[in-house]
């Protein structure tokens, strides 16, 4: 315990530091503000609540519960996450785009700038979407083509202003500011998710509320294996002779670290945004067939052994797509042959980039499988009797982005005490964020 108090002590003692610390949760209490203000000409005794499964399910729980109350921060900082991850892919795809990712810090306002203009597009067509399907005729207070017409500019707004307020918290405060608000979104649904866990069990049910807690903490500490886990490739750079003395300079060893999950969470975001496919299609000849009748019915809840048999696949295979567009084996060899580096016993060159990919290969398989176990989790704590709000906290896209940016934020507040020369935020070892493990 004082060593906790001495830690916090030196946290607050430095004066940059406690500055951003109070204003990442000025800028985390105006975000949270505004998820409770709802779209003029809404009632909202009349709302129908989001469920826990499904693509509005999961989108409701990154939004803090906003989409569900129909709030003007209802989209939150989604549409920029879609916008961002496919200029990602563009630059991947076309040449344009990967000109501008070369070109250093122009190249990348230029690229911030375009997903900015994609961002708006996006938000428009998920604004008149999520107008038009989710809230009710009942809940409209005014008239419906006029409401949709405002609301689509108010959610666009408010996604804007998201987006303002992630870069200035990681401007002016602490942590990457994308992700800090999704991360705050999900965390503010935790405690009425224990709450009602604890309210279901009662007195009787005391000794299973540890038990869940207890596996809950085990599977943290899982989650955090996965995301922290590395596989370190070893480079040796060649000595150079230089200079009128002869002084011989480099010859140092370095390591390529490549993640087990070097992925994320997206693969778990494209798989569940497929998974309401299935369902979808079975549904629309549930009337005139009894197999797709069966077919809708069990891929409409989340529990069932088939949604999570497809769901683990789709996540593998999701798993090695987006590492094989992350990392490109061939460029970490060029580069590394330009630099006078090379791995001890193989050729540089392509013989280097084949064994960097086989490498790649072995490790992103067992990555690939822990990732899909960790999100079917929640539906394994549903069955043994979790109510849903917290089954959620024990895998899936909501504990591996949690442990994510814990991890990112208390690595830059350790920097910030070891660049003042006070201990680190623990007594051995070092708190090592996301952007420590991978080098793309």
Not at 262 to 290: H, N, R, Y
Not at 386 to 393: I, K, L
Not at 394 to 408: C, N
């Amino acid at each position: 315990m004082n060593k906790l108090i001495t830690t916090f002590k030196h946290i607050f003692s430095i004066e940059e530091l406690r500055s951003r610390i109070i204003n990442t949760l000025l800028f985390i209490a105006f975000f949270r503000l505004g998820s409770y203000i709802a779209l003029p000409g809404v009632d909202a005794t009349k709302l129908t609540q989001a469920g826990e499964g499904g693509l509005f399910g999961l989108l409701n729980i990154f939004s803090g519960g906003a989409l569900s109350n129909a709030s003007v921060f209802a989209l939150g900082i989604m549409p920029y996450i879609s916008a961002s991850i496919a200029i990602q892919l563009l630059t991947i795809a076309l040449p344009y785009f990967q000109k501008m990712q070369k070109d250093g810090e122009s190249g990348r306002k230029k690229l911030n700038q375009i997903t900015r203009i994609l961002t708006i597009f996006v938000t428009a067509a998920q604004a008149f979407t999520y107008l038009q399907v989710t809230i009710p005729t009942e809940a409209i207070m005014v008239d419906p083509w006029f409401f949709r017409l405002y609301g689509v500019a108010i959610l666009i707004g408010g996604t804007m202003l998201c987006m303002w307020l992630g870069e200035k918290i990681t401007d002016k405060g602490i942590g990457n500011g994308i992700s800090m608000l999704i991360m705050i979104g999900i965390v503010s649904r935790f405690p009425a998710s224990i709450l009602q866990e604890a309210g279901s069990r009662g007195m009787s049910g005391a000794l299973m509320f540890i038990i869940e807690i207890i596996a809950l903490f085990f599977v943290v500490m899982g989650a955090i294996m996965v995301t922290q886990a590395v596989r370190r490739i070893p480079v040796q750079y060649a000595k150079q002779v230089v200079g009128s003395k002869a002084t011989a300079v480099g010859g140092e060893r370095q390591y390529i670290p490549l993640k087990l999950n070097a992925s994320g969470v997206m693969p778990i975001i494209f798989a569940q945004a497929l998974m309401f496919i299935p369902g979808l299609v079975a549904q629309s000849f549930a009337e005139k067939s009894e197999f797709a009748s069966s077919v809708a019915s069990a891929f409409g809840d989340f529990t069932t052994w088939q949604y999570n048999v497809l769901f683990a696949f789709l996540i593998i295979v999701f798993t090695f797509f987006y590492t094989a567009i992350s990392i490109n084996p061939t460029q970490i060899s060029d580069d590394m042959k330009r630099g006078g580096g090379f791995v001890p016993g193989v050729k540089p060159g392509e013989e280097t980039a084949g064994f960097i990919a086989t490498i790649l290969d072995r490790i992103t398989l067992p990555g690939a499988v822990m990732l899909s176990l960790i999100a079917i989790l929640p539906a394994v704590a549903n069955l043994f009797g979790v109510t849903r709000g917290f089954a959620s906290f024990f895998g899936g896209t909501s504990l591996l982005i949690l442990v994510g940016v814990v991890l990112d934020t208390l690595q830059q507040i350790e920097s910030y005490l070891l660049m003042r020369k006070y201990e680190g935020l623990m007594q051995s070892g070092r708190v090592k964020g996301r952007s420590e493990l991978i080098n793309r």
